[in-house]
């Protein structure tokens, strides 16, 4: 079988410290500051921070131990990224020739003929894209281009922060230097099998097919097609959503107050649950976290009869869940909710004397209403307010000067 060489170029664009940019974003005084996002972990920093080896996955302890009182820790605000991510990926779409998103702060693009539409030169040509992304959607990029989409993602360690790099030939001396980890899809488990075969991108490449066939069962083909400048790989998105969380973690107060630990999780809800009802969904099974101090998970899961949205009827099943489970002599550092087993929302024919289902849809109109209202305005203008006592739910409205 004779295979074409890519004769398109492709564009891997990747923000840089996507999560933390997007804080410094929101409020300007975090500029030069040690500012890290955090879960339990870090999730992600500013470039200062990792000067100081400070990087994904690193615990909290050992960062405020390193940079000894400078840190700045957030904790995400997944709704503000998202609106970020999504007009990124609008001005990708309308300034490229195709897009395909591989997550939150990254895509590929297709840029083939546009340098010379511009009658300017491609390096030239990128780095007018990343002044214009800076400039509109005040986020900093980095871009890496070749004839194929791997061949870009697999040189996004080079010439980072707000770097650019082009290749449209073989660089076997770059390859060389490259980890294996590097390479999409080549998890831990493929590399502990590859170990004495290969460390670097290059050696990859040089490892008979059917033999990387046999190790690597899922992906490989596309993976060294594209190393060897064929046009391959696609994106692969999922159609359903499987499931969707939100924690919160404390652990400078880890405690056993049960009101504490209740509002931790109606914080975790109230933010799940907004992002839950814009995506027309239907839940059956919801599921609650508590870590305690040693690091022991426990968990609880509950599932409805039938799917629902109807955010009382979850809510209250969520504290029912809690109540029966909260251990009071036991002291806990994180919560977590995670909504599971969704089908898509189906509007049901509606008649006058049918009010249980006319309330159904009012309650749904409602909800993705008041989520709007607060997404336009940023800082929550509506909110539900709970009365725990009395297990009854209103509307809470106030305006922040």
Same mark, same amino acid.
């Given at each position: 079988?004779?295979?074409?060489?890519?004769?398109?170029?492709?564009?891997?664009?990747?923000?840089?410290?996507?999560?933390?940019?997007?804080?410094? #974003?929101?409020?300007?005084?975090?500029?030069?500051?040690? @500012?890290?996002?955090? !879960?339990?972990?870090?999730? =992600?920093?500013?470039?200062?921070?990792?000067?100081?080896?400070?990087?994904? !996955?690193?615990?909290?302890?050992?960062?405020?131990?390193?940079?000894?009182?400078?840190?700045?820790?957030?904790? !995400?605000?997944?709704?503000?990224?998202?609106?970020?991510? &999504?007009?990124?990926?609008?001005?990708?779409?309308?300034?490229?020739?195709?897009?395909?998103?591989?997550?939150?702060?990254?895509?590929?693009?297709?840029?083939?003929?546009?340098?010379?539409?511009?009658?300017?030169?491609?390096?030239?040509?990128?780095? %007018?894209?990343?002044?214009?992304?800076?400039?509109?959607?005040?986020?900093? @990029?980095?871009? /890496? @281009?070749?004839?194929?989409?791997?061949?870009?993602?697999?040189?996004?360690?080079?010439?980072?922060?707000? !770097?650019?790099? @082009?290749?449209?030939?073989?660089?076997?001396?770059?390859?060389?230097?490259?980890?294996?980890?590097?390479?999409?899809?080549?998890?831990?488990?493929?590399?502990?099998?590859?170990?004495?075969?290969? =460390?670097? *991108?290059?050696?990859?490449?040089? +490892?008979?097919?059917?033999?990387?066939?046999?190790?690597?069962?899922?992906? *490989?083909?596309?993976?060294?097609?594209?190393?060897?400048?064929?046009?391959? $790989?696609?994106?692969?998105?999922?159609?359903?959503?499987?499931?969707?969380?939100?924690?919160?973690?404390?652990?400078?107060?880890?405690?056993?107050?049960?009101?504490?630990?209740?509002?931790?999780?109606?914080?975790?809800? %109230? *933010? #799940?649950?907004?992002?839950?009802?814009?995506?027309?969904?239907?839940?059956?099974?919801?599921?609650?976290?508590?870590?305690?101090?040693?690091?022991?998970?426990?968990?609880?899961? &509950?599932? $409805?009869?039938?799917?629902?949205?109807?955010?009382?009827?979850?809510?209250?099943? +969520?504290?029912?869940?809690?109540?029966?489970?909260?251990?009071?002599?036991?002291?806990?550092?994180?919560? /977590?909710?995670?909504?599971?087993?969704?089908?898509?929302?189906?509007?049901?024919?509606?008649?006058?004397?049918?009010?249980?289902?006319?309330?159904?849809?009012?309650?749904?109109?409602?909800?993705?209403?008041?989520?709007?209202?607060?997404?336009?305005?940023?800082?929550?203008?509506?909110?539900?307010? =709970?009365?725990?006592?009395?297990?009854?739910?209103?509307?809470?409205?106030?305006?922040?000067?």
């Amino acid at each position: 079988m004779i295979l074409k060489t890519s004769k398109k170029i492709f564009a891997h664009i990747d923000c840089d410290s996507f999560f933390a940019n997007c804080e410094v #974003l929101k409020n300007p005084s975090l500029k030069w500051k040690y @500012v890290c996002v955090w !879960g339990e972990i870090v999730t =992600t920093c500013t470039y200062n921070a990792k000067d100081l080896w400070i990087k994904t !996955g690193t615990p909290i302890w050992e960062a405020k131990s390193i940079l000894k009182g400078k840190w700045v820790f957030l904790n !995400g605000d997944m709704r503000y990224y998202q609106d970020i991510s &999504y007009k990124l990926m609008n001005y990708l779409r309308y300034n490229t020739l195709s897009i395909e998103e591989f997550s939150i702060d990254e895509a590929f693009c297709e840029i083939t003929w546009l340098a010379e539409l511009n009658k300017i030169s491609l390096e030239d040509y990128i780095k %007018n894209m990343q002044k214009d992304i800076l400039d509109k959607i005040w986020v900093p @990029v980095s871009i /890496w @281009v070749s004839n194929t989409k791997i061949k870009a993602k697999i040189f996004s360690k080079i010439n980072k922060p707000f !770097g650019y790099y @082009v290749s449209l030939n073989h660089d076997k001396e770059i390859f060389a230097k490259l980890p294996i980890s590097i390479i999409p899809y080549i998890w831990k488990s493929y590399q502990n099998k590859l170990h004495y075969k290969a =460390t670097s *991108v290059y050696d990859f490449i040089k +490892i008979w097919y059917p033999e990387l066939k046999r190790m690597i069962w899922k992906n *490989v083909t596309d993976l060294r097609l594209e190393l060897s400048w064929v046009n391959a $790989f696609v994106v692969k998105k999922s159609k359903q959503i499987k499931s969707m969380s939100r924690w919160r973690s404390f652990n400078k107060s880890i405690t056993n107050n049960k009101d504490f630990l209740l509002k931790q999780l109606i914080i975790n809800f %109230n *933010v #799940l649950y907004e992002e839950f009802i814009n995506k027309d969904l239907e839940l059956k099974s919801v599921s609650i976290f508590l870590r305690d101090k040693n690091f022991i998970t426990h968990i609880y899961k &509950y599932s $409805f009869l039938e799917h629902t949205y109807i955010r009382s009827k979850i809510y209250l099943q +969520i504290k029912k869940i809690f109540d029966k489970n909260f251990d009071k002599n036991n002291n806990y550092r994180s919560t /977590w909710i995670i909504f599971s087993d969704f089908r898509t929302y189906k509007p049901h024919q509606t008649s006058i004397f049918d009010k249980k289902i006319r309330d159904k849809n009012n309650y749904l109109l409602l909800s993705k209403t008041i989520n709007n209202i607060n997404r336009k305005f940023k800082n929550n203008k509506i909110s539900y307010w =709970t009365n725990l006592l009395w297990k009854k739910e209103s509307l809470k409205l106030w305006i922040r000067k």
